[in-house]
């Protein structure tokens, strides 16, 4: 596997060089341990197995490598296997749509299997869909689609690897593959999804994540995942412990000691825009006081929404602790007063749910903090109340959410949805401040001045 993947980028530039096919397998647009460990391992064997192979077979990882680094956990995992993050290829490194106009392009998809709207001119070149959710759309009788509602993606890898020819599954894949079959939270769970002594279950890596160590109590994990590890450890009994495993990856997925306040928002990103308003969604891995007390933080805030043209941004805070008891606080942050008011008395007010929002001292006047009382509300349970709040009450009841970013990702995932990819048009002053009046006097969208 290390070999392959290294070869990659000469295989890649000696193919366009001679005008030979590129075969890429590319995840989803979250590019989470999942996403990324089941591109690695299928596209390496498919250059093991497939005969007489005429194509480069090419892993892609579907996000800028500027982001990487924002993916601890994968990171960490790939540096522990003797994978440097230079030999991988990211997804602004390699011209897909040149490819695909040159003829040299074919495309199988991991862990997803519809196209974002910016890529529907490489539609006719998917050739393979293997995927862990229910399937949106059809595919052509000439492409080949699996699909399974498994706890992890990889767990359909390891069965397509495990009936190839012996030796194609090597060690180090398997513990790509094991290490993601167990931690693959979306967030840190609640007590009571461990075991009787209140420590989690931890089963082989990717799919260990994935299906929260193998923890039925989680809801992710199928027999499938379980036989997918028990076929990897018996294969490969010298594998790490699960429970190693599954700790140090949940404690890497949430380290974000060498990030910047920039990188920390940016890790795990929604956003949402109502007419000329847009608000960011962060979920933050560190302590609240923490957070509010970093140097800069203002600015790094300030910057941060101006960049991106947001006016305003909601953190959930979700700090990591050895207690494994889950804790939640709230800041919402936005220089527009007005603004602030409305957001904040829409997340007090809210009653489906109740979030039993408690506020507690901030240094900023800026930002309004929060003990979140309802501590299994996840930011996924919060979006729509944010949704309401920005497009009026009757756009939470019609319709998924309408974000400025790529499709939504696999439940599972470490990250629920990558940056905002487009920029944003220019914001007229005056229209946006009749906007926010609007919305603090609780008028629907359209309605007269």
């Known amino acids: 596997m290390e070999r392959f993947v290294e070869g990659n980028r000469a295989a890649l530039?000696?193919?366009i060089q001679h005008h030979r096919e590129i075969h890429v397998v590319m995840g989803n647009e979250a590019c989470d341990l999942d996403s990324t460990v089941s591109a690695l391992a299928l596209a390496y064997f498919l250059a093991q197995t497939s005969p007489a192979p005429k194509a480069a077979f090419i892993p892609v990882l579907n996000i800028p490598r500027a982001d990487f680094?924002?993916?601890?956990?994968?990171?960490?995992?790939?540096q522990e296997q003797g994978?440097?993050?230079?030999?991988?290829?990211f997804r602004d490194e390699i011209d897909l749509a040149g490819l695909h106009r040159a003829g040299l392009l074919s495309l199988t998809l991991v862990d997803h299997h519809v196209l974002p709207s910016t890529d529907a001119a490489l539609e006719d070149t998917v050739v393979e869909v293997l995927d862990h959710r229910p399937l949106e759309r059809a595919r052509g009788p000439g492409c080949p689609v699996t699909v399974a509602l498994v706890g992890s993606c990889a767990t359909l890898v390891t069965e397509r690897m495990a009936q190839g020819p012996p030796g194609v599954l090597d060690r180090a894949t398997a513990t790509l593959l094991h290490g993601e079959h167990g931690v693959a939270l979306d967030e840190p769970q609640p007590q009571g999804t461990g075991m009787a002594d209140g420590s989690w279950l931890s089963p082989p890596a990717t799919i260990l994540l994935d299906s929260i160590n193998l923890s039925p109590a989680a809801g992710k994990v199928t027999p499938r995942d379980v036989a997918c590890v028990s076929l990897l450890e018996e294969r490969f009994p010298d594998l790490p412990a699960r429970d190693t495993v599954f700790r140090t990856l949940q404690a890497t997925k949430f380290d974000v000691s060498g990030l910047t306040t920039e990188q920390m928002l940016r890790k795990d990103l929604k956003v949402l825009s109502g007419d000329?308003?847009?608000?960011?969604?962060?979920?933050?891995y560190v302590d609240l006081e923490t957070f509010l007390h970093r140097p800069g933080l203002l600015q790094d805030l300030d910057a941060f929404c101006q960049a991106q043209g947001y006016m305003g941004l909601v953190a959930m805070i979700v700090p990591y602790n050895e207690s494994k008891v889950l804790t939640r606080q709230l800041m919402v942050y936005s220089q527009h007063e007005t603004f602030r008011s409305a957001v904040c008395q829409a997340l007090e007010e809210a009653t489906t749910p109740a979030l039993h929002l408690q506020p507690i001292p901030s240094p900023w006047s800026c930002v309004t903090a929060y003990n979140q009382g309802n501590a299994l509300a996840s930011r996924k349970k919060v979006l729509?109340?944010?949704?309401?709040?920005?497009?009026?009450p009757s756009a939470a009841l019609g319709g998924p959410e309408e974000e400025v970013v790529p499709p939504p990702t696999p439940m599972n995932s470490l990250v629920e949805e990558c940056p905002l990819a487009q920029a944003v048009p220019p914001l007229c002053p005056q229209d946006v401040l009749e906007r926010v009046s609007r919305i603090a006097a609780g008028q629907p969208p359209g309605s007269p001045k």
């Open 69 to 78: 680094p924002l993916r601890t956990e994968t990171t960490f995992l790939l």
């Open 276 to 284: 000329e308003l847009v608000l960011a969604i962060s979920a933050i």
């Open 384 to 392: 729509p109340i944010l949704r309401a709040a920005l497009t009026g």
């Open 83 to 89: 994978i440097p993050a230079a030999s991988l290829i």
């Open 13 to 15: 530039q000696e193919h």
